[in-house]
């Protein structure tokens, strides 16, 4: 029986469009509506997957960043997590944190809840980084199993399908590991009333990088942020022929 630590990050809402500060210096998030990254969402679903199957004992969900994210928090134990821990950072630390300070947090927290997994989502949909898993799995020195699509528990092994571009990969690796989760891994369950009632009276601990020893000094510097280019709008052709004339109108071939 085993602990697993499940990061749920909280990002402005897939469905809201995206718009850049005046400044270039990012993206507008006052007034916006924000929620938990899927692949986050698909990460709580198969720990309480596991935790049901009785592989696992308890289901800790994390997030990092200023008090709003105990809201994606209260959502992971409404969906079934046990409890959670709220690592508070705020202002420019915040504004400048990316995936090598929460691997560092990730892995200073594996080691003090003394965790047998760590599953992660791949990415998250906010900046696409895909490292945090892999960084805190280089952190920690343990295996890795990421773009998971499939996760079956063996005693102390773990057998993971992986997602690649040839198709899928079997590997077996032994915990304690970090995991990634993939979009075709399960399909999260909704929160019941009930599930979000109970999940007010569960504790969440607050606590500071600087509690676990993390240096959250950011080595990147982000220069500016632009729109993606407006695209033109399309022409309809009758022929082949007009297809091919159009193109080589436009220079295209």
Same mark, same amino acid.
């Given at each position: 029986?085993?602990? $697993?630590? $499940? ?9 809201? +469009? ?17 929620? %938990? ?6 990460? $709580?679903?198969?720990?309480? @997957? &596991? ?24 959502? #992971? ?44 989502? +791949? ?11 892999? %960084?805190?799995? #280089?952190? &920690? ?6 773009? #998971? ?29 970090? &995991? ?22 569960? @504790? ?5 990088? #600087? ?5 959250? $000094? ?36």
């Amino acid at each position: 029986m085993s602990r $697993v630590l $499940v990061g749920v990050k909280r990002v402005i809402d897939y469905a809201v +469009k995206i718009r850049v500060k005046p400044d270039q210096s990012g993206v507008v998030t006052d007034g916006v509506k924000h929620s %938990m990254n899927p692949f986050c969402e698909i990460a $709580v679903e198969e720990a309480v @997957k &596991l935790k049901e199957k009785k592989f696992i004992k308890e289901v800790v969900a994390v997030s990092c960043g200023p008090s709003q994210v105990t809201e994606t928090i209260r959502t #992971a134990l409404a969906m079934g997590c046990d409890r959670g821990i709220h690592v508070e950072v705020s202002g420019k630390d915040y504004e400048a944190m990316g995936p090598l300070q929460i691997s560092k947090i990730f892995a200073a927290l594996a080691k003090k809840e003394e965790a047998s997994l760590v599953i992660l989502g +791949k990415q998250a949909i906010d900046d696409d980084c895909n490292q945090t898993g892999q %960084m805190t799995a #280089a952190l &920690l020195d343990w295996p890795q199993g990421t773009f #998971a699509s499939e996760v079956t528990i063996d005693g102390e092994t773990v057998k993971v399908v992986r997602e690649i571009d040839g198709g899928l990969e079997t590997i077996k690796i032994s915990m304690p590991a970090v &995991l990634t989760a993939d979009l075709r891994l399960n399909t999260p369950r909704y929160a019941t009333l009930p599930n979000i009632m109970k999940a007010k009276k569960k @504790k969440i601990a607050n606590m500071k990088p #600087a509690d676990l020893g993390v240096d959250m $000094v950011s080595r990147v510097e982000v220069l500016r942020v632009d729109e993606p280019p407006t695209r033109l709008a399309g022409v309809k052709v009758e022929t082949v022929d007009d297809l091919v004339a159009k193109l080589k109108a436009n220079g295209t071939i």
